[in-house]
């Protein structure tokens, strides 16, 4: 990335995460975005095609951060003595990220906060937490649960793949599991504050399947 276009990116990143502390991003303007970033519209699209999808990228880019730690922990606890205690600890490291990141930008996350986390928010966090499982079962098959009555292999995963039965089951589980997992981060933000930033790592720790935290065979 050359200089100008890094710079670009930094104004649209302070632009964006600036104007959705103020309104829900779903009610920004392109105009509006480009606007505080100093650029113009056809500039914009150069980066992202809607506020949503800059936001999205912006946060995103933290959360990539959370599950590459996630992974090396894990990579960490396969060879240490006590394997099952250590992989606990990963999901609460992990999940206290998950917090620290959320408390970073709580303007965003409170101003989407309306009855639930806004669309763009809600399948940003879920989608990380599903992504992160499904790699996660992926790499280590022998956590996945046994695979639901009537999942068929063979179903279709993508115009030239097709997925096998051990696939749909990680992701469904997966999806699950990151669905919960979002609902229990919107009720912590819907507390009054001072919140308390130990309260999902508990439900996390007590309410995640035992099979996340099971070492693999």
């Given at each position: ?6 710079r ?7 632009a ?11 009610r920004?303007?392109v ?14 699209y ?12 912006v946060l995103?880019?933290?959360l990539?951060?959370i ?10 606890a396969?060879?240490?003595?006590d ?12 999940s ?18 309306e ?5 763009p ?9 599903t ?24 179903a ?7 997925a ?13 599991v990151?669905f919960?997992t979002?609902?229990a ?5 819907a507390?009054?504050?001072?919140r ?22």
């Open positions: 990335m050359d200089k100008r276009t890094a670009t990116a930094a104004a649209l990143r302070t964006i995460l600036a104007l959705a502390a103020e309104q829900d991003v779903t920004l303007t105009s509006a975005v480009a606007a505080r970033a100093g650029i113009n519209r056809v500039t914009f150069d980066h992202a095609s809607s506020p949503s999808e800059l936001l999205a990228r995103g880019t933290e990539d951060a599950r590459d730690r996630f992974f090396a922990d894990v990579r960490a396969e060879t240490a003595d394997v099952a205690a250590r992989s606990r600890e990963v999901v609460d490291r992990w206290r990220a998950l917090v620290v990141h959320v408390e970073a930008h709580l303007p965003v996350y409170e101003r989407a906060l009855g639930g986390l806004s669309a928010l809600f399948r940003l966090l879920a989608s990380h937490v992504g992160t499982l499904v790699e996660h079962l992926h790499a280590h098959p022998g956590l996945l649960p046994s695979a639901p009555a009537g999942t068929a292999t063979g279709p995963a993508g115009p030239t793949t097709t096998t039965a051990d696939d749909v089951a990680a992701l469904a589980f997966a999806t699950y990151g919960g979002v609902g981060l919107e009720v912590w933000l507390t009054p504050a001072p308390d930033p130990g309260l999902f790592p508990r439900v996390a720790r007590d309410a995640l399947p035992a099979w996340w935290t099971t070492p693999s065979p």
